[in-house]
């Protein structure tokens, strides 16, 4: 039994030890503290989408995500939509129009700001300046090509946008850009949600019920 206790306390001194090193720098306490403020902002728009502002929540949402706030816009979609299918068209356009729009806010912090405020927004992500010239080069020969990834991958569309306008990217091929890929991946989500969103739902439950599928 006491073998036990004392691996069950190693085990917690191992944990706390790896935090503390975890937060040990200026750029891991950063990302810290930018996820905590995340986490409570999060919280309160799902207390707002609850009040009957779904639409509404996912739209600013998405346009917080794409210019200033980490995170996915599907946080809010996905979930709504699955809780209310009927609306899915209606979720997926707010979520375009916002993210489209917050994109475009990041690429004129770019253009226009980005040593004032591209810049601290950058290291607060935790992206140094060495990044920042790996990402120039990248965007001299592949600007284009990486902005319409950035909006149907897992690739930051708001870095992306903040060194399209950084780095010369043209605002018409970049507003196209992001608008059309935007645009593809939340109706292929709706689509998705609106076709097979039960199926989903249930398959949610049983797991959340420790269920086998």
Sequence with gaps: MESHLDSAVDSTDVIAESASVALATPVARRRFAVRARVRVLLARFHDWAETGWATSA????????????PGPVETFFVPLALADRKRAWRFALSAIIGSSLGALVSFGIGRFAF??????ILSAL??????????????????WMLVVLST????????????????GVPFF???????????????????????????????????AAGRPF
């Design 115 to 120: 040593d004032s405020v591209g810049v601290p």
């Design 58 to 69: 996912i739209g600013i949402w998405a346009f917080l995500q794409a210019s200033v706030v």
């Design 173 to 207: 091929h970049f507003a196209l850009a992001v608008f059309a890929g935007r645009t593809v991946r939340f109706v292929a989500t709706a689509a998705v949600i609106l076709y097979a969103g039960e199926k989903l739902s249930r398959r949610a439950e049983r797991r």
């Design 126 to 143: 935790g992206f140094g300046l060495d990044d920042v010239e790996q990402s120039r080069a990248l965007f001299a020969s592949h600007g």
């Design 152 to 167: 149907v991958t897992p690739i930051s569309l708001k870095l992306t946008s903040i060194a399209a306008g950084a780095f």
